[in-house]
């Protein structure tokens, strides 16, 4: 059984930082195209950060130079860092682990960003 556990979201203040984290069991994150989604209240679900087998990234143009997305291949962890955040982040983010057989998704975590 694949799960995909995310954690550290919660209410930060504009051009505060988050760091979230994705716990990944039953599937090699090393194996996986591995990502991060997002969806504000009212709005489809939209891609924010991938990073590959490879260890290549790519990202949104919306968070391009204010997110970070990253692996521990020994604790089988993707994290999203988060920085300079902005209201308009504000989301239900989504980890995503994505194998030549199948898609994945965790149960999502609550970032806020209000003052």
């Known amino acids: 059984q694949v799960l995909l556990v995310e954690s550290g979201g919660g209410l930060v203040q504009p051009g505060g930082s988050l760091r979230l984290s994705c716990a990944a069991s039953g599937i090699s994150i090393s194996f996986s195209r591995m990502g991060w989604y997002r969806q504000a209240p009212g709005k489809q679900r939209e891609w924010v950060a991938t990073i590959f087998r490879d260890s290549s990234t790519n990202y949104a143009d919306s968070v391009k130079g204010r997110f970070a997305i990253s692996r521990d291949v020994a604790k089988n962890t993707v994290y999203l860092q988060m920085d300079r955040l902005k209201p308009e982040d504000t989301a239900v983010y989504y980890c995503?682990?994505?194998?030549?057989?199948?898609?994945?998704w965790g149960q999502g975590t609550q970032v806020t960003v209000s003052s």
């Open positions: 995503n682990g994505r194998t030549a057989f199948s898609d994945y």
